[in-house]
């Protein structure tokens, strides 16, 4: 169980000496109880209370990383329900079910699939993480040789090998030795043989049950047998169900400290209807789950899932934003135009992306508008004519080229009289509304 602040205080060194830089070790404790600070922080606190408090101050979902390299997926260390309370850590990973039922020819084209499904959306890179590969056979041969075409195909992609049959599991996981895959499938009745083979191949182990009953006994008995590592699967399938064991799991870690609950879970959503099994897994990305396994993934599913994901996995204090400067876009010359707009993270993305669509070189004026779109910063007097044109002034680029012109966003029209006051011999032009014209606008520019 988690222990209270006044508990945690107890244990340090109680000299108010600020070097973990709390003002007192009360504030200390009471941050770690909330597990807002790390133990680490405090350099005086005694090996016997590092051993007492590793456990309070440890996260309540264990962090537990699958695959290998830079496209390893870590899971867990959540410490809150509610993302408006605290960042959401490690984003749910997608995973593509492969069965070994499939002929040779399906499963490399299903594995390219994954591998190929990589995209960059304002400057993060996001993909279907693994590859859950399935015992669908029942034949420890046919699956085996599954997961070697997986290996060739994909190899960088991290694997779940999902099998009931210990004898499967053990002949897949020694092709991704090294590459610590999960086992998924110990349960009741194989629960001692599939925690010897991941014990032995370093594996994550999936564990599935009916109920959280069953699953939390299962957890605390792999645990007993030497496996820490585990992704728990409460036998839930349908969205009620879902979201139901998804959040009791997750209340039950963080709130009550119940340690065989807490692991990141995992959520099988395969449908039919590939709409559907978007809806389902739609469910498991906003609630709790860190691994949803799926039985396709065309482009438009993936996009709809990575956006979703990426706005639940982003702090919701901290905007994204970008650095303040003059981004060059292609290799503009001194003539080439000057946009300028706000230092939103999608607001540069799309802005530059249309520029670069439109291969008419330019420059784009940064400001730095903490991290607001161009109508709230203009809303909150962050994009005004002064801050405009003290920023151009400031930012030099005015030695860089042979004309004094301004695109200024299409939103913010009121503006252009008001900048070309404050900016002296400068013409400031009204660019589009919509980032999506500016190909357009380019055009006619330069006809
Ligand atoms: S560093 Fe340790 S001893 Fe010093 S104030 Fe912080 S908790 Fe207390």
């Not at 905007?319 to 060059?328: G, R, S, T």
């Not at 903490?370 to 002034?393: D, M, N, P, R, Y």
Request: glycine share 6%.
């Amino acid at each position: 169980m988690a222990l209270s602040g006044v508990e945690i205080f107890k244990l340090l060194p109680k000299t108010n000496c600020k070097k973990c830089g709390h003002p007192t070790c009360l504030a200390f404790a009471m941050k770690l109880a909330q597990r807002q600070a790390s133990l680490d922080s405090c350099p005086d606190v005694s090996e016997e209370a590092k051993q007492k408090l590793g456990e309070a101050s440890a996260p309540p979902v264990r962090p537990i990383t699958f695959g290998a390299g830079d496209k390893a997926v870590k899971m867990g260390e959540e410490t809150v329900l509610f993302r408006h309370d605290k960042k959401f850590v490690n984003p749910c990973a997608f995973a593509l079910e492969i069965k070994d039922t499939l002929s040779s020819e399906e499963i490399s084209e299903l594995a390219g699939q994954v591998v190929g499904s990589e995209i960059d959306r304002v400057g993060q890179k996001l993909r279907i993480d693994a590859i859950a590969l399935t015992n669908s056979s029942g034949d420890a041969g046919k699956f085996e040789s599954a997961a070697k075409l997986v290996a060739e195909k994909a190899p960088e992609v991290p694997v779940i090998l999902c099998a009931e049959n210990p004898g499967a599991a053990e002949a897949a996981v020694k092709i991704f030795a090294g590459k610590r895959p999960v086992i998924y499938g110990a349960n009741s009745s194989n629960v001692d043989a599939m925690a010897e083979i991941a014990k032995a191949n370093k594996a994550v182990l999936g564990v599935t049950a009916n109920g959280l009953e069953e699953l939390s006994t299962l957890t605390e008995k792999i645990k007993s047998l030497g496996v820490e590592d585990m992704v728990i699967d409460s036998g839930a399938r349908k969205a009620k169900d879902i979201i139901e064991q998804n959040t009791l799991i997750r209340r039950a870690a963080i709130k009550k400290g119940f340690k065989p609950l807490g692991y990141p879970v995992i959520n099988f959503v395969q449908r039919e209807d590939s709409l559907h099994e978007t809806l389902m897994a739609v469910i498991g990305v906003a609630k709790y789950a860190s691994i949803t396994v799926l039985s396709s993934i065309e482009k438009w599913k993936n996009l709809a899932l990575f956006a979703l994901r990426q706005n639940i996995y982003t702090d919701p204090q901290v905007p994204m934003q970008v650095e303040q400067k003059i981004y060059n876009i292609g290799e503009p010359g001194p003539d080439a135009p000057l946009f300028i707009t706000t230092n939103f993270s999608l607001t540069y993305f799309i802005v530059s992306g249309e520029i670069e669509n439109s291969r008419v070189a330019s420059r784009l004026a940064i400001m730095d508008c903490e991290g607001l779109s161009v109508l709230t910063a203009w809303a909150a007097g962050k994009f005004t004519a002064s801050k405009i044109a003290q920023f151009i002034s400031e930012s030099g680029v005015e030695k860089e080229i042979s004309h004094k012109e301004l695109i200024i966003p299409g939103y913010v029209a009121i503006l252009s009289g008001s900048v070309e006051d404050k900016l002296s011999g400068w013409k400031i032009t009204i660019g589009p509304r919509e980032a999506n014209a500016i190909p357009t606008f380019l055009k006619t520019r330069t006809a």
